[in-house]
């Protein structure tokens, strides 16, 4: 599974393109933040197990990671209590 992201300058740059001929045409656009959960890999935490709702394993072959195409990985089950610094963790950034 591939998702766009804004994670680095590439895709921000890639993105502003898009933003700009939106804008320019007066049409209304959005970015919703989801998270990846098990669709996640530990590259992009550094070296740490993605979290999601269980540790089940994502169904497929590979997906995309800032080293290239890697096999998915079983994510690290998230406790009820980790919930609020997983929002807070996702949103500081960008607020």
Known sequence: ???????NDAQVAGWS???AALRERGTPFFLQLRHCGRASH???HDDKPAVSASA???NGDTLHTPKGKEAYETSRALETAEVEAVVDENTEEIL
């Open 56 to 58: 089940i394993k994502i």
């Open 17 to 19: 393109k898009i933003n």
């Open 42 to 44: 530990s590259s992009f």
């Open 1 to 7: 599974m591939d998702s766009p992201g804004i994670y």
